[in-house]
């Protein structure tokens, strides 16, 4: 990825902000979770500045644009698009903001093309991927069925309630009150892992790797380290709210989001990087950025990862016991090997789904490069590659050690062989991929890093071991008096809908802080 034919931003890219001394809260990073956080806040009347250090918003959900074609940088597939229920939290954070976002519908979330022939779809109609999951495991159907029936459990319980902060005791108390059941059943849920549930139903012991890869491919560990509450989400809602694709391609999110932070009053800096979070008698109350211009605020929120927060934008040496017990409790995931191919429509056979995973060994699938993800979004929205071409994004789990100490020429021919190596195992799916590329353009956990600011460019938190479900994730409020943290490093994890939760909680706790 280079950024020299990168999207202009919106129109009011002036440098000039408006001349307020104190904001009540400054948001840095423009990720999901740090504009969910500020149009919240926006919409309740509060002054909000956003602080971007790249061009444009949107951050691991942005694009980038090269002859023709429109590729989404990260995040492709999309949850919390539905249009009922309160888990659908990115249409309620536009709706809150005046602004909306034309979505079309995937009819399956996942094609799995797994060792030893396990060819499988997840359709959007639960009962149809039960009878398709049972078809290769007759006798495992009653499992199989209570198993992700305890899913739905956890979906319909955090589906009955408004979704805001658990650190805030006004809103745990009206919750509990108004839903004492679903309140419990969350509580139950909390401490778990997806693995325990999982063995309770099933014995078959490659169904349970099937379990783990449903995991993994969206978590990033095994079922025994995700936790329960956010496989609810994610196994439910495929089925409930649905996986929907933004027209106009996934960055149009974030550009929606900016439209309504700007509408509500907030304002929104790019080429802004923070450099320095500034503390007065230990509290947080404005930023610095790396030319020097400094920003003060009531309320400073960090969309930035734990890790840049407390060891780049605060003294590393003084990071709070909590943070470094956290650092011992997660470690950073491994970033992504990215292939973002232009690829002649003639390739994909009819009838090709736009997600796929790929794994020719069960003993790969958490290694470097064992596990292939492949999104087509052309499939469901054509506008994003010239007529009779696809967007082909391709991407594999990889550590940024393994692209370290390079020169130049090493690191291209590094990135060359590993594509070639993606092309070469993609061919038994796509038969004809190589003849018929037009177009490649490889990102690199070093890619991650400098175009996405994460550090070791990680797609985001892991449990080191197994931990008690999500009982470890810190909430929004730090050890920082006047520092919040937003986004993937915090509770509920990864995840659009889930880094969305995590701004809505952290606007609603700011809000109550600030007697909004
Ligand atoms: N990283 C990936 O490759 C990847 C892939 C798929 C999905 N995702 C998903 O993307 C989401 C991440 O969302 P998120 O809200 O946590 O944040 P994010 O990482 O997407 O965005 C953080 C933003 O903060 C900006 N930033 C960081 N440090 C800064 C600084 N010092 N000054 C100014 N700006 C700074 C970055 O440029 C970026 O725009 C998660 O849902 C994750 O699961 C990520
Ligand atoms: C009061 C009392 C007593 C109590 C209380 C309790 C309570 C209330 C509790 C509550 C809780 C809550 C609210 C929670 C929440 C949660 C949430 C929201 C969650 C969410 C989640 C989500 C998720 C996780 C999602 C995710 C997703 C993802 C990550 C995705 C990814 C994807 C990918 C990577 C893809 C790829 C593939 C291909 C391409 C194939």
């Not at 408006?18 to 919240?40: K, P, R, W, Y």
């Not at 990087?273 to 605020?297: F, T």
Request: hydrophobic fraction near 40%; aromatic fraction near 10%; charge should be neutral.
């Amino acid at each position: 990825m280079t950024a020299g034919s990168q999207p202009c931003p919106s129109s009011n890219q002036s440098h000039t902000i408006s001349n307020q001394s104190v904001f009540d809260t400054i948001v840095i990073g423009s990720g999901i979770g740090g504009l969910v956080t500020a149009t919240q806040l926006a919409a309740k009347g509060a002054s909000v500045l956003v602080l971007e250090s790249y061009i444009i918003p949107g951050g691991s959900s942005g694009y980038f644009e090269r002859e023709g074609y429109r590729f989404d940088v990260g995040a492709s597939m999309i949850f919390g698009f539905g249009t009922k229920g309160t888990t659908n939290l990115l249409t309620r954070a536009l709706e809150a903001v005046n602004v909306s976002l034309e979505t079309i519908p995937d009819p399956v979330q996942i094609h799995y093309h797994l060792p030893g022939g396990l060819e499988l779809k997840v359709h959007r109609e639960y009962d149809n991927f039960l009878q398709e999951l049972t078809a290769h495991f007759p006798d495992q159907r009653q499992g199989i069925r209570k198993f992700y029936d305890e899913c739905w459990k956890v979906f319909n319980c955090l589906n009955a309630m408004d979704l805001l902060s658990l650190e805030e005791l006004g809103y745990l108390t009206r919750v509990f009150f108004q839903h004492p059941l679903a309140c419990l059943g969350l509580v139950k849920y909390l401490p778990q892992n997806v693995g325990d549930i999982a063995r309770k139903y099933i014995s078959d012991l490659e169904l349970l790797k099937f379990i783990d890869m449903e995991c993994y491919c969206w978590s990033v560990v095994p079922a025994d380290k995700t936790p329960m509450i956010n496989a609810g989400m994610v196994f439910s809602d495929r089925h409930y709210g649905g996986i929907n694709y933004p027209v106009g391609g996934v960055g149009k999110i974030a550009q929606k989001l900016v439209e309504g932070l700007e509408k509500a009053g907030g304002q929104i800096l790019y080429k802004a990087r923070v450099g320095k979070i500034l503390l007065e008698k230990g509290k947080a109350v404005g930023v610095q950025l790396v030319n020097g211009k400094e920003y003060r605020a009531k309320r400073i929120v960090s969309n930035a990862t734990r890790w840049d927060t407390f060891e780049k934008l605060l003294p590393a040496d003084q990071m709070p016991r909590v943070e470094r017990k956290w650092q011992q409790r997660y470690q950073k995931s491994p970033g992504f090997l990215s292939l973002h191919l232009g690829v002649k429509a003639d390739v994909l056979p009819p009838g090709t789904e736009c997600h796929h995973i790929v794994l020719e060994d069960w003993e790969n699938m958490e290694d470097a490069e064992g596990t292939i993800f492949v999104s087509i979004p052309t499939l469901l929205d054509p506008n994003l590659a010239p007529e009779g071409y696809h967007v082909f994004h391709t991407f594999t789990p990889s550590w940024m050690e393994d692209w370290q100490g390079l020169s130049p020429r090493q690191y291209e021919h590094k990135k060359e062989e590993a594509a070639g190596g993606l092309i070469e195992r993609l061919e038994r799916i796509f038969p004809g991929l190589d003849a018929g590329l037009d177009y490649m353009e490889v990102g690199t956990p070093r890619s991650h890093r400098r175009f996405l600011n994460r550090m070791d460019g990680t797609y985001g938190p892991i449990p080191r071991r197994k931990l008690m479900g999500l009982l470890g994730m810190p909430f929004n409020r730090t050890a920082i008096p006047g520092l919040y943290c937003v986004g993937d490093s915090t509770f509920p994890g990864q995840g659009l809908n889930a880094v969305a939760f995590s701004g809505f909680a952290c606007a609603h706790r700011i809000a109550v802080d600030l007697g909004f």
